[in-house]
């Protein structure tokens, strides 16, 4: 499969910023020119405009005595050289918009055309309007009009569009770092390699993508954990029962035996019992359909069903607690607290609790031994046990958390493992109301 070459992201996102820039500065230079250049240059046009109508006019008035001085104050004051012509105006037509708006003022104001030309080989400006019966030929230079529109807006055009370039790559160098290594540790996780954690600072968007993808990994590797986890266990609790039945089939070819079928019955039960925990570990990950639910009637109907089984199991939630729920994730995780509370309290006292509030709290309350402070984690692990014998009528399959702690993963829930004041176990199923329906 031929994939087609894509343009990196600091190419793409410069190259989007250089077009987002031109365009920015287009916008910014056409609303300069029209808001604010033009009506400054407008301005100084028919300020130099009437400086040179009102000097060819006071030429024509003064005596010629007071004509020198006359040139001086002019070039003095306002940088405007003025002497009679006695030939035509040669030069070449400029195109700066300052000059031809001179031309058009000097036009309205003389009422008939005016040139302004470049005289050649300098940088200066010559113009010839009439005075009475003479011709006044007025010069001045550039540096006279004191701007260069053009090179200025120029030179902003073309600092705006570094800087702007800079900062895209800047920007973009920095992301693009950041996601390789993520894509580098995607690669590695799709490979079976076990990555290494992403750091989950910077902007918050990084942060957050980092963070996800190291939960999500630490998902991974525990999934292959237990995966591992799980076939090793199957292999060594089924052993035991198989090995038992081989050893009740060879006997049976001797003499038929009752008790000795009995047994073969309890093993193939014992068997059937591992493959259904087995099988409910795998399927705890998938996220069941909710539906509402009270959980003050599902908790005394337990309580019904445990006591009629003659267990000591205490409570009576009698608000009622609507909650949007899986109702079998519920009910697999409660009864397991149960069974474990009965368990480890060896057939003691044990107490269950509903607290409904923004979150439903279902708490199970024991007597028995406690977790010890560095294990209330480990117990959520598959084959786990607080006993270190294999035998199911003491601990368990060693499945029974790990499947409630699967089950709330997926659905959003919290379960935890604490300590009882007076010595026991408190366990506490977690799941917010927000899906509540009244």
Known sequence: MTVRRRASLAKSTGLLFVVLAIAIQFITLLTTSTLILYPIARNSVNDLAALIVLSSKTWGELPPSRLSDFQIELQRHHALDVEIS??????????????????????????????????????????????????????????????????????????????????????????????????????????????????????????????????????????????????????????????????????????????????MERYLAEMNQLIDEFLSFARAQENGATEPIDLAQM????????????????????????????????????????????????????????????????????????IPDDMKELVFRPFFRLESSRNATTGGSGLGLAIAMEIVRAHGWSLTLENRQGGGTVSRLTIPRKGRRS
């Open 299 to 370: 908790i005394s109907e337990l309580i019904r069903d445990y006591r009629e089984s003659g267990a000591q199991l205490s409570g009576e939630p009698a608000t009622a607690c609507p909650v949007q729920a899986n109702p079998v994730g519920v009910r697999r995780i409660v009864t397991n607290l149960i069974d474990n509370a009965i368990r480890y309290s060896g057939g003691g006292p044990v107490e269950i609790k509903l607290d409904c509030t923004t979150q439903a709290y279902i708490e199970v309350l024991d007597r028995g031994p406690g």
């Open 86 to 263: 006695t030939a035509p105006l040669s030069g070449s037509p400029s195109y700066l918009p300052y000059v031809a708006l001179l031309q058009t003022a000097l036009a309205d104001r003389l009422k008939a055309p005016v040139s302004v030309l470049v005289i050649p080989g300098t940088d200066r400006y010559g113009v010839v309007v009439p005075a009475g019966a003479k011709q006044l030929r007025f010069e001045f230079s550039r540096a006279r009009i004191g701007t260069s529109p053009m090179l200025a807006m120029s030179l902003v055009f073309g600092i705006n569009l570094a800087a702007s370039f800079a900062a895209a790559l800047w920007l973009t160098r920095r992301l693009e770092r950041r996601l390789s290594a993520l894509s580098a540790a995607t690669r590695e996780l799709a490979q079976g390699v076990r990555p290494k954690m992403l750091p989950e600072d910077g902007p918050t968007e990084l942060a957050t993508v980092a963070a996800d993808f190291n939960h999500m990994a630490s998902r991974v590797r525990e999934l292959a954990d237990n995966r591992t986890t799980l076939l090793a266990g199957i292999s060594h609790d089924l052993r035991t029962p198989i090995a038992r039945m081989t050893m009740a089939l060879e006997l049976l070819r001797d003499s038929p035996n009752p008790a000795l079928l009995k047994r």
